[in-house]
């Protein structure tokens, strides 16, 4: 493996160029640029990269972009169909940089892991098929369903420390655990990388998070990233990288850190990694890469910040926090935003104070975020105990195993089987509720409940699309102690309940046993396979047309079609649950645009669609941080197709604001966030962008129905390779125009 002797040459070489101590994201990042590889200048006898010294420039944070070349892509079925039409169209004969597609997202939990997989293979087998066919013909490792969770896989079999990936899911930072920059984002981007084009990412911020002490009894690494979405909020992240260091990261195990960089997406970071450690080495060996486990070992120094910035992070990061370990307590955050966050010994006053309903009714465990071993042997203790005193679950049990090496280890060594006499149901290794694919089982669906995940995203509607549902983020074994307890009020460090006392969790974060189960599910490409087959009369699958050049001129007297209030996601603007079917058909999911936003005037929400068609050409208006939450471009491509020009927000969350940009829609963000309450009912859009150039506000007119207008002043974040991508109608139409 040559990796390593490379990255430890191009970091004293980025380290020479920018004349300063790099803290590991620097190492990742610039070791990634582009340019290191454009030709063979690494000279093997030497053991030196002549004249790359000038590929290293300094690229200053928020304000230059870098083109990098990641090692790797992940895609998963639903995000994953899109991008490898859009492949398709890119005229490839394979990727140019490794990639798997992983089957988690179509799987729907109802009644139980077999028949929902049985279920699943039905309803999904063209999905499958295409996406099993593609990645066969392309040179892509395709995983079956029912093999696991995207992240989860990709922790177990592909993430290495020092490495960067891109993958189509928001949650990818999940490989931070494991020291791989791993970075969210939207299909067109996995298509820049899976054809070898540049990548190209805004220099984040480098947020330093400092741990010191060490978690004890029933406190989790989950709560550790719970506590810090409090602290950070859904946007406080954003544009940043959380890069962990201090004495209390050697105490978290590896999967623990994939949890806490897993959910670093919930405060809008684009990275969150750890440094590589012993923990790191042993998680290697453990899932059957003691190689890499070596080798890595032989290059930690690299692997982690250089000295000089872990003894002064302040002159390094831009910004420092630290948490205490050992003061951590559990936390439980929602209902429907993952920042509300409130320590477990709150939770009383914040429950009668806010009126949520106490009284749990399901409690799921599980997820991309939270089914390591130790994650999963932690709360069987916790149930273990219970059962041995004679008590059952007051609230249903739900498991979402991440991988079949989990759920094999864990039906081996009784950890399922304590779950089942809790009676549990175990769902396939997928992302089942998480994602909307739950077919919960409730009479009443009008009323108020509470449900307690281990996931990382509790929106309104995200689990079982009932806006009624309040759901709250916990780790899994305070998921397993409120499902016993039944009440969301309940504290197991201070309360009893029917006479019992939890005690502290334990639990094993590797098995004394071993794993078993790695890779099962994993089908390798065959080369020469034929080209996918797509049927012109297919409901889910649709071969994509190239969108529509810009014709250079401005827009003008573009109606509005909504002007969005509040908080406005990637779910409300292309919602899961029912259609993810249609993820790989843009002209049937398109019928979803928009259809969860507010709509300001009248504060209800519903269809947009036909409004879209009847209109042909249409402007969108928004409030703060538009597009958070999911990478998918789905909510960009939708708009696009059904002729929205642009989108005026107030602000942009960084991977639809990206998607947008690379679907061909104008993507302007208020220079006077005051404005957008100037736009009315009715009004048409002047939008004087012909002259569109780097750095340089657009002037909007707004005319309204009384035959008044004002002028208003927009921003945009376009530098000229991405105006390049509008002007020619995508980032796709760019890019074979310039092949
Ligand atoms: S966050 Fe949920 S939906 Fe996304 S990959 Fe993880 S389990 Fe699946």
Known sequence: MNYYPNFEEKVRIVRQAL?????????????????WDAGERWNGATGDWQGCGSVVRPLHRLADYGDFRPDRVALQDATGQMALLQFMNAGKEKVCTPASVHCDHLICASDGADNDLFAAREANMEVYDFLSSASSRYGIDFWQPGAGIIHQIVLEN?????GMMVGTDSHTPNAGGLSMLAIGVGGADAVDV????PWELLMPRIIGVELTGSLSGWASP?????????MLTVKGGTNSILEYFGPGVGTISCTGRATICNMGAEVGATSSIFPFDGNSAKYLSATGRQDVAETASAYADDLRADP???????????EVLHINLSQMEPYVNGPFTPDAACPVSDMKRRIQENGFPDRIEVSLVGSCTNSSYGDLSRAASVAETALKAGLKPKASLVINPGSEMIRATAERDGILDTFRRAGATIMANACGPCIGQWRRKVTDNAAKNSI?????????????????????????????????????????????????????????DFPEGGFIGHGSGRIFPKPGSPEPLISPESERLQKLKPFEKWDGKDFISLPLLIKVKGKCTTDHISMAGPWLKYRGHLEHISENLLIGATDAFTGKSGPVAPLARKLH???????????????????AMEPRFLGVKAIIAKSFARIHETNLKKQGVLALTFSCPSDYEKVRHGDKFDILCSGLTAGTPVKVVLHHEDGTSEEIETKHSYNSVQIGWFKAGSALNSLKENE
């Open 308 to 318: 000089e910035v872990v003894r002064a992070p302040s002159r390094y990061f831009d």
């Open 222 to 230: 989950k709560d550790v990233i719970l506590k810090l979405a409090g």
């Open 194 to 197: 899976l054809t070898g084009m």
């Open 158 to 162: 592909y993430a290495f420390p020092g």
């Open 452 to 508: 307690v995940t281990t996931f990382n995203r509790n929106f309104a509607k995200r689990a079982d699309g009932n806006p009624n549902t309040n759901a709250f983020l916990v780790s899994p074994e305070m998921a397993i102690a409120l499902a016993f307890a039944g009440s969301l009020s309940f504290n197991p460090l201070a309360d009893s309940f029917d006479g019992f006392r939890f005690p502290e969790p334990q639990g094993n």
């Open 617 to 635: 050409s249409s402007v969108v208006v928004a409030e703060d941080n538009y597009g958070e939450g999911s990478s998918r471009e789905h909510a």
């Open 19 to 35: 004349g300063h101590p790099l803290t590991l994201s620097e190492k990742i990042l610039y070791s990634h640029l582009f340019d």
